[in-house]
């Protein structure tokens, strides 16, 4: 049994490992699809944004699935519609065929991480459901990880369509192993969410504390998963491979994080925990953006801003605790939905006013580059944002105490 559990559990993790490559990849093609498809700044990121639309309106239909037929078959089928979503950026030189894609992309990768949240629930007992899940979310990880440098090594020896059919070939190999080794659900596991769906859409507590974790998501799925490369080329000055390896650093944090944050949350709390996390990334992301230390001192907030965005663990296991055993899935479900969804409005935000600030900015073999004031205006969002988060958890830790 322990055997078949851990065996469930990597599927899992390897398929969150794998959104997550899918979701980095056009932070380090940008400048390769700018040329390919003559984008401007907020043609790239309605692109990169349009991802968590498709990802965030998934995540209920989705989640019902997963109740009803099980992860054998729901996961294999999303990480077919990851494929199929890569494709029109191969095939098509219609630009808006690739963003319907981009959200198709974010449909299948939405079923990652509810089938680690369901396939954790049904291998593991209950009492070791944060742990497993934040073992998974280090390992799966390693996918973000994987899209930063490691391709752009790849860039370097291939063309980038040649990069995104390795990508697809690995999508192939991990739909077949986990259609093999996930195994059917058992009569008495199948549930109706229904009830569950009326208890989670009456309780304010699970949208206050939704809403206060998708404020503080601008530094993971705002930046680093989109603006993070350029931004350090073009401040810093450094070579697009070096500065890809920032994404990397951000992302080997957050793994590091979700080993952690739990030891940090047994000692002051979910609520305190989340908003000093909240704090960690605000000073973190000025020391980045604002050009204001030494490049050395780059890698260590890069890895601080990474380590603290694992506070979404925390923060969703604190709306479970709002509802009784049989709504956590679609609790789970629903506070994920609404954290993600601040992702696209990031990219949205961002991409607009950086092309706004930036307009006219010298074109370098059709990429546009920008200085540091240009990133420090059209990025300030994120740091509004985590100020309003931290508080809301501030508010959450003095007049809802934890019991």
């Avoid at 019902?64 to 494929?83: E, F, H, N, Q, S």
């Avoid at 401040?235 to 080997?252: E, H, P, W």
């Avoid at 000073?283 to 979404?312: D, E, K, R």
Wanted: with cysteine.
């Amino acid at each position: 049994m322990a055997a078949k559990s851990w065996l469930m559990w990597s599927c899992a993790a390897l398929f969150y490992a794998y959104q997550y490559v899918l979701r980095v990849v056009p932070n380090v093609l940008k400048a390769d699809l700018t040329q390919a498809f003559t984008l401007d700044a907020a043609m790239f990121g309605q692109f990169a944004g349009i991802y968590y639309i498709g990802y965030t309106l998934s995540h209920i239909p989705l989640g019902i699935a997963l109740d009803r037929y099980g992860p054998k078959y729901v996961l294999p089928l999303c990480t077919i519609l990851c494929m199929i979503g890569m494709l029109p950026l191969i095939y098509m030189d219609e630009f808006s065929y690739s963003v319907i894609g981009r959200c198709i992309v974010g449909i299948g990768s939405s079923g990652s991480v509810l089938g680690m949240f369901k396939i954790i629930r049904m291998a593991f007992a209950e009492e070791k459901f944060t742990r497993m899940l934040s073992l998974a979310a280090t390992v799966g990880l390693g996918g973000a990880i994987f899209g930063g440098a490691p391709i752009q090594y790849m860039l370097d020896f291939m063309p980038w369509k040649n990069v995104i059919w390795v990508i697809l070939g690995i999508g192939v190999a991990l739909s077949i192993f986990m259609y093999v080794a996930l195994p059917k659900l058992k009569e008495s596991e199948i549930g109706s969410p229904l009830e569950s769906f009326k208890l989670v859409l009456t309780n304010k507590w699970v949208w206050f504390i939704s809403l206060g974790a998708g404020f503080l998501v601008g530094p993971l799925e705002g930046y680093a998963d989109a603006w993070l490369t350029q931004s350090l080329a073009d401040i810093y000055k450094v070579t697009n491979l070096m500065a890809s390896n920032g994404t990397s650093l951000v992302f080997l944090g957050l793994a590091i994080g979700f080993l952690v944050i739990n030891s940090i949350v047994d000692r002051i709390g979910i609520d305190k925990t989340v908003a000093f996390s909240g704090v960690m990334m605000l000073l973190s992301f000025i020391v980045v953006i604002g050009n204001i230390t030494p490049l050395w001192g780059i890698p260590v907030a890069l890895f601080v801003m990474g380590f603290f965005s694992a506070y979404q663990v925390p923060a969703i296991y604190r709306a479970i605790r709002f509802v009784p055993p049989e709504a956590t899935s679609l609790v789970s479900a629903i506070a994920n939905m609404i954290i993600m969804i601040f992702g696209s409005y990031f990219h949205s935000i961002i991409g607009g006013c950086v092309g706004y600030f930036g307009e006219g900015t010298l074109t370098v073999n059709g990429v546009c580059r920008y200085d540091a004031t240009v990133y420090q205006k059209g990025l300030l969002v994120i740091p509004i944002m985590l100020i309003l988060g931290s508080l809301m958890f501030i508010y959450m830790s003095i007049y809802k105490k934890e019991k």
